[in-house]
């Protein structure tokens, strides 16, 4: 059933957000440095189902299969020339699964980082950068998104050039945005969250937060503190679940349901109204934070 967000933050109750579409793409036989893009079109069976289960898990938010869909991310693929194809197909498979559903699910526009360090750190300009989040955006919005969710971001730079492109695109589009917390408390560019706080807001956004990250622990300190520095804005917190470790080449988290239930509870308590989980967590996970917040 279609909805805004918009509708689903004036009922003042807490959100569930899904999980971790990487985690779920390799469960199904990703390989690594395989592009999770390209399956919107080669098994777009398969990134449907990932939706269907996160929704019947009870998530009221899905994020389309295309965090690496911008032609930077791309292009260490091959694929730049198929920002348009690769991002409508992932808005239209997500899209098909919230309308389907029994309840309202809102669908946002996954938009990660392009990867590459800008001006001065990098060789990647401002206007390239906000050039290549623009098409990424229009891209989403055209395939039936409701939102654009900017997401992973470390560089304000980078956030403002998301920003920018997103609203060109599609000005009247909300967008969300989380940075990741993940060098003790700040981000890798040094970012505090009461920085970002601040900084994410003037970017007009309907609701800002942290994901990923170092596990639930930090995503919730993160959240106290953003809640301390603006009393009113939607707050996100989409947590790993929990530390990895490697197992051969894989990548293995140690949450488990239950412990990610606890998280949603607390990070709810701290001022959290949506919540959900990164890498790691699968639609399990999402159940058992489903179920704590309904508590």
């Known amino acids: 059933m ?28 990703l390989r690594q440095g395989e592009s999770p893009e390209r399956w919107n079109v080669e098994h777009p069976e398969r990134i449907r189902q990932i939706h269907r289960d996160y929704i019947q898990a009870g998530a009221q938010i899905i994020l389309t299969n295309s965090f690496g869909g911008n032609r930077y991310r791309l292009g260490r693929s091959d694929l730049a020339g198929r920002v348009d194809e690769l991002n409508r197909a992932a808005a239209a498979l997500a899209r098909a699964e919230a309308d389907a559903a029994p309840g309202p699910v809102v669908v946002g526009g996954s938009m990660g ?3 590459e360090m800008l ?48 609203h060109r695109a599609a000005p009247d589009t ?37 994901n990923c990250g170092n596990g639930a622990g930090e995503i919730e300190r993160v959240i106290e503190q953003m809640r301390a520095v603006d009393a009113t804005v939607p707050l996100v917190a989409k947590a790993n679940a929990g530390l990895p470790r490697m197992e051969g080449d894989q990548a293995v988290y140690d949450a488990t349901p239950e412990i990610m239930g606890q998280y949603a509870a607390r990070a709810r308590d701290q001022g959290a109204q949506i919540i959900g989980a990164c890498c790691g967590s699968t639609p399990a996970h999402i159940a058992a934070i489903a179920a704590a917040l309904r508590e």
């Open 2 to 29: 279609k909805s805004s967000l918009q509708a689903l933050l004036d009922t003042g109750q807490p959100i569930v957000a899904d999980g971790g579409m990487g985690t779920m793409l390799i469960a199904q036989g």
């Open 113 to 115: 980082p392009t990867g």
């Open 119 to 166: 001006d001065p750190y990098g060789e990647l300009s401002f206007d390239d950068a906000s050039a290549a989040f623009e098409a990424q955006a229009a891209a989403l919005v055209a395939g039936g998104v409701d939102v654009l969710w900017i997401e992973t971001m470390a560089d304000l730079e980078e956030v403002r050039a998301a920003a920018e492109g997103a």
């Open 174 to 210: 909300p967008v969300v945005m989380t940075m990741t917390f993940d060098t003790n408390g700040r981000t890798m560019m040094g970012v505090s969250p009461e920085k970002a706080t601040k900084a994410l807001r003037a970017h007009g956004v309907i609701a800002l937060g942290a």
